[in-house]
């Protein structure tokens, strides 16, 4: 072959590889477009637009051998967008903006002028229309998960079956029942007065979810109530345990959201859950959404896989950005023993970041006597200063736990009676503990936290807390 005829063949074959390319991205643009078109189609018939969907196909020529896979959804995809968006350049994505009403062109198709929806307009021959054949179907459901957290006190608002609201995906409705259903019922009976030694912490949520909601005009302007906060401190110092007091005095839906198990349990799903959380909480507002291990879900090195934590704290961060700037009445409470793992942006969203400290001894004292009090044993003045002195670390919780192993302690010398057949079992009669059953117990309960890892705590708010 001479040097020319190698030439046109190179070339030839290049322009061949040139068409190829064009021909693929040309295919790709149109399986694209293509499954934009059944995409489309697919919500319409979710959201009940029957006819418009059937317009749609008939006018584009959608074929009936093809459905959208279950898990894509335009809701999904809008999401995941907007997630990426915000994990990228971190700003919100605009995906709407209002146009210019003289330039604006309305476009009608003919078909959907001719025919009008079967569920606008109830006729004579059908006069129930399909969209509310379709309202009751869904109401069975609706009314389950009324039952679920008929024992929460719960306002005509928060009555409202989930099919009363318009607009969402039958994924969404799945998604938002699992989430009704795990409710926090109001009657677990954890009052305020059994937070002892937590005033400071009491008057905070009060601020946040009581008052606001009782006397609305008072929080108006530069007084708006906290929409978030974070409760941080040593284990066993009462933080969860206030966040069951809110969810019984407060008088609000409340969302209680375990980080181990929403990650475990909506694996790959999780910032889905969360929207749908989010939504969820907005529709029966006022509502808290209790965020327990905050650490787990959103710290700097979140341990389930990295693209999935970082996608679920961009969507942690935009709702909580959505709720900081609504109106509406959500408020979030979030926990954690570990608040130096906290990502900087997800903390920065809690507008107040309270130290759930170690009780003093004055607070420990209360406590002695709320617990052996509470059960019915008298100890005088003298004696709980005794144990509040000998009782330093201690947390509320190691306290609950010593007072028990006093009590057992009684009881053991009892058992050893029987055991030795001094008395039987049915003549035994448990006397109170005395103080020396209480130190006895010092003996060999010993506190979880102590004065060094206070101290980690005390540095961390002088640095990061917001009280
Ligand atoms: N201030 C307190 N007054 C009365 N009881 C308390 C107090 N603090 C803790 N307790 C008791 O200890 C138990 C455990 O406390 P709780 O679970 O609230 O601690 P926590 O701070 O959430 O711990 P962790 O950080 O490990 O989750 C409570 O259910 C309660 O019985």
């Not at 941080?232 to 181990?260: D, H, I, Q, R, W």
């Amino acid at each position: 072959m001479d040097g020319c005829s190698e030439y046109i063949s190179a070339a030839g074959a290049q322009s061949a590889l040139q068409r190829n390319v064009r021909d693929r991205v040309k295919k790709e643009a149109s399986d694209r477009r293509r499954s934009i078109l059944y995409l489309i189609a697919a919500y319409l018939r979710e959201q009940n637009f029957t006819a418009s969907s059937e317009c749609l196909e008939a006018e584009v020529q959608l074929s009936s051998d093809f459905e959208v896979c279950d898990n894509i959804d335009l809701d999904t995809i809008l999401q995941e967008y907007q997630s990426y968006y915000y994990s990228k350049f971190n700003k919100h994505a605009k995906i709407l903006r209002k146009c210019n009403v003289q330039t604006r062109v309305v476009h009608v198709p003919k078909e959907t002028k001719k025919k009008s929806s079967p569920a606008a307009k109830p006729t004579q021959e059908n006069p129930v229309p399909q969209f509310q054949f379709e309202v009751r179907k869904l109401l069975g459901k609706g009314d389950e998960v009324v039952k679920a957290y008929s024992d929460v006190t719960l306002t005509d608002n928060q009555l409202r079956p989930l099919i009363d609201f318009d607009g969402y995906s039958s994924e969404w409705r799945e998604i938002a029942e699992i989430i009704l259903k795990e409710v926090v019922p109001g009657t677990m009976g954890v009052a305020w007065k059994d937070c002892v030694g937590l005033g400071a912490c009491i008057e905070l949520l009060k601020e946040a979810v009581v008052y606001p909601l009782k006397r609305p005009e008072l929080f108006t302007g530069l007084v708006t109530p906290w929409k978030g906060v974070l409760l941080y401190g040593p284990p066993g110092t009462g933080k969860t345990l206030l966040s069951k007091a809110v969810a019984c005095e407060s008088k609000t839906m409340f969302f209680n959201v375990t980080s181990s198990g929403f990650v475990h349990k909506y694996r790959g799903d999780s910032e889905k859950m969360l929207k749908v959380l989010f939504d969820v909480a907005r529709l029966y507002a006022p509502s808290t959404i209790f965020v327990d291990e905050l650490d787990a879900l959103a710290s700097c090195s979140s341990d389930f896989q990295h693209d999935a934590s970082r996608r679920f704290k961009a969507e942690l961060l935009i709702q909580l950005d959505g709720i900081l700037r609504d109106e509406d009445k959500v408020f979030v409470l979030a926990t954690t023993n570990r608040p130096w793992d906290l990502d900087s942006a997800v903390l920065r969203r809690f507008e107040k970041r309270i130290l759930v400290d170690l009780p003093g001894k004055e607070s420990r004292w209360k406590i002695f006597r709320y617990y052996f009090g509470g059960s019915g044993y008298k100890f005088n003045e003298l004696e709980l200063d005794a144990m509040s002195k000998r009782s330093a670390d201690f947390s509320g919780s190691d306290i609950k736990n010593l007072c028990r192993e006093a009590c057992m302690g009684k009881l053991r010398q009892g058992l050893r009676r029987v055991e030795n057949n001094e008395i039987k079992i049915e003549n035994l009669e448990v006397n109170s503990p005395c103080l020396d059953d209480v130190l006895a117990a010092l003996m060999k309960i010993r506190p979880v936290a102590n004065a060094r890892v206070q101290e980690k705590y005390l540095k961390w708010r002088d640095e990061f807390g917001c009280y």
